[in-house]
């Protein structure tokens, strides 16, 4: 959905440096999470935000990954020390409310980070 | 045993006919159940959602869930060229928190 702003849309890194991706929801949107996609594999879940709180960081690797959704500004995923496995496309989503069963999540286009 | 569990394909379908795609799901709890479609190289986009056992349609689209038997499907009538594409199934965590995915069912529609 292109009212979900992410970007860049392509980054590249050589391996160690650091990945930010940022994201931005649809107005009015309070509610983010971050998917990432490996090539030929389904979207996996990383984490879900709300302003200023990390409310489940389940799917996160344990280390070099974070996120936050400060107050004023994007989402932002950050991959510290990049290795070629991070190689992949991240998505993030954002929704009005808390998810619920029925609840819709729109995705943005994607940050394509790829690990030279 | 996967979550969600669908044939990655590819399925390949003649213009005009019917496409079919299935996914199964291995918690019982779940609710609700959303396809996606997703072309290559961009977002996923989502074509609806279906909460109740039976069939909800969208168009060309038909989403059916049967619950006792765990599965989901989808429909594609009339088959365009256009809907080559992969479909992605995926469940609801009970929390509500994260959507789980299938891998997808790519789709080729031959004309």
């Known amino acids: 959905n292109a009212g979900v702003m992410q970007n860049p849309r392509h980054l590249v890194r050589r391996r160690g440096q650091e990945a930010r991706l940022r994201c931005s929801p649809m107005?009015?949107?309070?509610?983010v999470y971050w998917y990432r996609q490996l090539p030929e594999e389904g979207l996996k879940f990383m984490v879900y935000?709300?302003?200023?709180?990390?409310?489940?960081e389940s799917g996160m690797p344990k280390e070099r990954f974070s996120a936050e959704f400060p107050k004023e500004g994007p989402s932002i995923l950050r991959i510290q020390q990049v290795v070629r496995g991070d190689s992949a496309a991240y998505f993030c989503?954002?929704?009005?409310?808390?998810?619920?069963?029925?609840?819709?999540?729109?995705f943005g286009q994607g940050t394509r980070l790829t690990v030279v | 045993q996967k979550e969600v569990e669908q044939n990655s394909g590819p399925l390949s379908v003649p213009e005009g006919a019917i496409a079919s795609l299935n996914c199964t799901y291995s918690d019982r709890g779940s609710q609700s159940f959303f396809w996606y479609r997703q072309y290559s190289g961009k977002s996923p986009e989502l074509i609806m959602f279906i909460y109740s056992n039976g069939d909800k349609e969208d168009g060309r689209f038909t989403a059916q869930l049967n619950k006792a038997s765990q599965y989901v499907s989808l429909l594609i009538r009339d088959s365009q060229p256009s809907d080559s594409a992969t479909y992605l199934c995926a469940v609801p965590s009970t929390t509500g928190n994260k959507l789980t995915f299938g891998g997808g069912t790519r789709v080729l529609v031959k004309p």
């Open positions: 935000l709300q302003k200023e709180n990390i409310i489940d």
């Open positions: 989503a954002s929704s009005s409310r808390p998810r619920g069963p029925n609840t819709e999540a729109f």
């Open positions: 107005k009015g949107h309070s509610h």
